[in-house]
């Protein structure tokens, strides 16, 4: 098949950027989606030209790596993937599609579609230690947690921190991924003494980062690979809210 | 990554910044509900509806006690609301040349798109409303003996009359009844907003809630509409 590409090409961060097309002859339905941006790559070395830039890892949909805006739409038309298990098969002989980066100043280009994703590691980073015993491993359930506790915990724990969420935001909002992050834990007795802290923390460096406020568009749960839910977010709110109370 | 050193001082934190937005917002959605309520007694007469006004200003310090609330009410939420479209649009700077929404769990609308701009089409018709109302003639500050009335021997400020000489022209009429259309959009959005950023949700509410949230603008919206359109069309 052959697919005709606008992808965004910027040589660095403060380089302004711009679109240019391609077209990929040897395209099949079998490619995954990264495959045949791989192929372009193949191509454009032939030419003598820079490769396309972007960033991938585990290509089965678990790291996180992974992650451009396909026509309009982060990580692709498909629900709950990332856009490594996107699959050329979704498309059409003759398609165009348009890639581009996660665009906001939260998450700065480096080069083509790969964006700094850093202030997601100073957002956890800003959430601290977790009060964990250790020593020999603990009888199990001396420490009771509810089922639905843990299911719940599980599900925000699922993030992948892909940043989808912030991409797809009409305001750029980092807060399904800090949501996540801080309603998994909020919700186990592991790190309970550090809740309030980390709340706040976690919340304080989000703001300092750049990001956009939460509009409850809840576009993000839409487009998370991991369909983590914007109920996170009124969690979020509850645990700052608590914190702040204190 | 530091363009944070514009988001310091009052109100920096984006929870509290939509916390105060969504207490105030649904402050402002019950005084709406209970405006447009108080509007509907237009339809017992001109009579009625002068007294329900007169009522409410003859409350005295109470009547002024809840005036200035609304004022602080209306200032938070602006004030706010024009410092969170400001973050959002530093937030991102390069457009997306193609936008899609993913369908599915999204509010994305445009009612949830065009708050900002909703909102301060809102405010600009909030100024023109009091100053054709509340500080109109027989108002505050701007006495006129052509409005005054009296009804079951009490003398109070002729509101009917006034309502009805401003609902009779056309740009007025159909003004109000775009601006009304607008308050629906904000509201299709807000109330479910507000209720998702004070944290009162569950996920299973969340359709429920939503569905709140659209019926309750459309309401207000009609109750205020159906009064103007009356006047207009001649039924009242």
């Known amino acids: 098949m052959i697919i005709t590409l606008k992808v965004w090409r910027q040589e660095g961060p403060d380089v302004p950027g711009r679109f240019e097309t391609y077209k990929v002859p040897d395209a099949n339905p079998h490619m995954s989606f990264l495959e045949m941006l791989d192929v372009l790559n193949e191509q454009l070395i032939k030419e003598g030209k820079d490769p396309v830039e972007f960033d991938y890892d585990c290509r089965e949909g678990i790291c996180g790596s992974c992650g451009v805006v396909i026509d309009g739409q982060a990580h692709g038309p498909q629900r709950r993937t990332a856009c490594c298990q996107l699959h050329m098969r979704h498309y059409r002989d003759g398609d165009t599609i348009v890639i581009e980066p996660w665009r906001a100043e939260g998450f700065p280009v480096i080069r083509d579609l790969v964006v700094d994703r850093t202030a997601f590691d100073r957002i956890v980073e800003a959430g601290g230690y977790v009060s964990v015993n250790t020593?020999?491993?603990?009888?199990?359930?001396?420490?009771?947690?509810?089922?639905?506790?843990?299911?719940?915990?599980?599900?925000?724990?699922?993030?992948?921190?892909?940043?989808?969420?912030?991409a797809a935001c009409p305001n750029a909002s980092a807060s399904l991924f800090t949501a996540a992050k801080i309603s998994h834990l909020a919700l186990l007795p592991q790190g309970d003494p550090e809740r309030e802290r980390r709340a706040r923390s976690m919340v304080d460096q989000m703001a300092t980062e750049g990001f956009g406020d939460c509009s409850n568009h809840a576009e993000c749960e839409a487009v998370c690979p991991k369909g983590i839910s914007i109920d996170a977010i009124a969690r979020m709110r509850r645990e700052y809210m608590r914190a702040v109370r204190r | 990554m530091s363009s944070s050193s514009a988001e310091s001082g009052w109100l920096s934190s984006p929870i509290l910044k939509k916390v105060v937005t969504g207490v105030t917002g649904l402050g402002l959605t019950l005084f709406v509900l209970g405006?447009?309520?108080?509007?509907?007694?237009?339809?017992?007469?001109?009579?009625?509806?002068?007294?329900?006004?007169?009522?409410?200003?003859?409350?005295?310090?109470?009547?002024?006690?809840?005036?200035?609330?609304?004022?602080?009410?209306?200032?938070?939420?602006?004030?706010?609301?024009?410092?969170?479209?400001?973050?959002?649009?530093?937030a991102r700077r390069s457009r997306y040349a193609v936008r899609r929404t993913a369908g599915g769990p999204s509010r994305q609308t445009v009612a949830s798109r065009s708050m900002i701009i909703t909102g301060l089409l809102l405010m600009a018709f909030l100024v023109i409303h009091l100053l054709s109302f509340k500080f109109g003639p027989g108002g505050p500050g701007n006495a006129n003996a052509a409005y005054f009335t009296t009804v079951d021997g009490v003398g109070m400020r002729d509101l009917a009359k006034l309502v009805h000489e401003k609902f009779q022209t056309p740009w007025y009429t159909f003004g109000y009844t775009i601006i009304m259309l607008l308050l629906m959009l904000h509201l299709r959005h807000g109330v479910w907003s507000a209720l998702q950023s004070l944290g009162a949700m569950r996920p299973s509410l969340t359709p429920v809630v939503y569905t709140i949230g659209g019926l309750l603008g459309a309401g207000i919206a009609a109750g205020f509409i159906v009064m103007p359109l009356a006047i207009y069309f001649g039924f009242i």
């Not at chain 1, 719940?152 to 969420?165: E, H, K, P, R, V």
């Not at chain 2, 007294?51 to 609304?70: D, K, M, N, R, T």
């Open chain 2, 35 to 90: 405006h447009m309520i108080g509007n509907l007694t237009m339809f017992s007469g001109p009579d009625a509806y002068n007294q329900y006004a007169h009522f409410l200003v003859s409350l005295g310090p109470l009547f002024y006690a809840v005036e200035i609330g609304l004022l602080a009410f209306f200032v938070f939420h602006i004030i706010t609301g024009i410092r969170i479209a400001m973050g959002n649009r530093r």
């Open chain 1, 135 to 166: 020593g020999a491993a603990p009888d199990a359930n001396s420490i009771p947690v509810p089922k639905d506790d843990a299911d719940l915990s599980m599900d925000y724990a699922t993030c992948i921190g892909c940043g989808a969420c912030v």
